[in-house]
């Protein structure tokens, strides 16, 4: 006979009780879709493309550049001094931000992603200029 935990299962219940309540899933798939909108009109010569699943979005850089070859780790350092955590792993950085996040910040993140990709272009000039 399976013997489960009754306040781990309790939690659970609870949590799913919330993101039901709460709408979570229908918020995370228009948040997403706002979140696709204002990538669609970003401009920078580093940014390659974007995918998404709801609100967990992949962000490609274009690597092979003029100026010389891009990582994601450097796109996601920059990102980190503006405090935006991401994930990067060679040209992708991955963006989750939290359910509960508001539009605002996700907005703001957004705006920070686009000045860090101006910086990066900034950046690669110089050390393709030296």
């Known amino acids: 006979m399976f013997s489960g935990n009754p306040l781990a299962g309790a939690a659970a219940i609870t ?3 919330v993101l039901i ?15 696709m909108d204002r990538f669609s009109v970003m401009k920078s010569s580093y940014f390659d ?10 962000l490609f850089i274009y690597e092979a550049h003029p100026l010389g070859p891009v990582t994601g780790q ?3 350092a920059l ?7 991401t994930n990067s792993y060679r040209c992708r950085i991955r963006l989750a ?11 703001e993140g957004i705006d920070m992603i686009e000045q860090a990709l101006n910086d990066l272009a900034d950046i ?7």
């Open 74 to 76: 450097r796109l996601a």
């Open 21 to 35: 309540d709460e709408k979570r899933a229908e918020r995370s798939r228009m948040l997403g879709q706002k979140l």
């Open 97 to 107: 931000p939290a359910l509960v996040i508001d539009e605002k910040v996700v907005m």
């Open 124 to 130: 690669e000039g110089k050390i393709g200029g030296e």
């Open 79 to 85: 990102l980190q001094k503006r405090r935006v955590l």
């Open 49 to 58: 493309q974007v995918s998404r699943k709801r609100l967990f979005l992949s």
């Open 15 to 17: 949590a799913l009780d």
